[in-house]
């Protein structure tokens, strides 16, 4: 018997041509577009299909941009009858959950994520912070040079993603330090990354505090399917849970390892990634190897994936 997961990605894999096709041949999927174009005051579909990828890429568009393709897959998969056990959500991505949950009403979601990333660009001044991935090092190895970098400045956990991929961030200076350190204790490779802000860690405090404003003023509904959280990876089933989660990721770290693992104890056996890319496609692959691990980014991945599932259900 199949217990399926449906998980959404973060900022990141946003790309130019995203959702382009499922737009132009699911009316649900372009019904998403014109809402989500609506709350926020520009043409969303022109941003996905044409660009320019310099503003794609901006915080506060790449966040409901990313979570509009994922819902509009979401939108596809439903015509199939396709039905997720649980579901959960890496960053940014646990909206998409929560929407596909039921919690979260679409429009809802996308006024929070658009302020949630205005919220935590504005936290920190642009170039005092900065985020970096160290791969090949044990995360207590990581938790132990983030502590011994700190004379330096602010440098925290942010990212615990897959065993051997972790993603440190902070104040810029504590930040290099630590990759130096890392090196130095055995990091297969540790580099800066290409972000405007230090996601997921205590630098965010402002952010998570604008932001409980904004949810507060926020319907939120018991979710109907089960969801693993970022910050604890527990299962939420109360609006209570959802709205004090939400907060909490923003200086919290990603525990999406232990989320994974929590999804396969519940008896998860099949995860389906919904939005573009296949980042989290990999990472469960590594996580759980003896899990089925799909992804669906445009229709004829949608397709494939509904082939295998279904294929799965005989």
């Not at 502590?147 to 330096?152: K, N």
Request: net charge negative; hydrophobic share 45%; proline share 5%.
């Amino acid at each position: 018997m199949q217990t399926i997961a449906f998980v959404f990605p973060g900022q990141g894999s946003q790309r130019v041509g995203m959702g382009q096709d499922v737009w132009a041949q699911v009316p649900e999927a372009r019904s998403l577009f014109e809402k989500a174009s609506d709350v926020l005051g520009i043409d969303l579909a022109r941003l996905c299909f044409e660009g320019p990828d310099e503003q794609l890429t901006l915080t506060t568009n790449a966040q409901p941009a990313i979570m509009t393709v994922s819902m509009a897959l979401f939108a596809a998969l439903q015509r199939d009858g396709v039905k997720p056990d649980y579901v959960a959500g890496h960053s940014l991505g646990e909206y998409s959950a929560l929407v596909a949950s039921g919690s979260l009403a679409f429009e809802d979601a996308i006024r929070a994520v658009r302020k949630r990333g205005q919220f935590m660009q504005e936290a920190v001044v642009p170039g005092a912070g900065a985020m970096a991935a160290v791969l090949g090092l044990d995360k207590q190895s990581i938790y132990v040079v983030c502590e011994e970098t700190a004379r330096h400045g602010i440098v925290e956990v942010a990212n615990l993603n897959s065993p051997g991929q972790v993603v440190i961030a902070g104040q810029t200076e504590a930040v290099d330090h630590a990759i130096e350190l890392a090196k130095q204790r055995g990091a297969k490779r540790a580099v800066r990354l290409q972000v405007s802000a230090p996601f997921h860690c205590s630098l965010m405090k402002p952010a998570a505090q604008r932001l409980a404003a904004v949810l507060h003023a926020i319907p939120i509904a018991d979710p109907t399917v089960p969801l693993v959280n970022n910050a604890d990876a527990e299962l939420l089933t109360t609006r209570e849970q959802v709205a004090d989660s939400l907060v909490r990721q923003v200086t919290s770290p990603v525990r999406w390892e232990d989320s994974v693992r929590r999804l396969v104890k519940e008896g998860v056996n099949l995860f389906l990634e919904l939005g573009p890319g296949k980042v989290l496609t990999g990472l469960i692959k590594r996580i759980a190897p003896e899990a089925t691990a799909l992804h669906a980014e445009d229709l004829a991945s949608l397709r494939l994936a509904v082939d295998q599932v279904q294929a799965g259900c005989r």
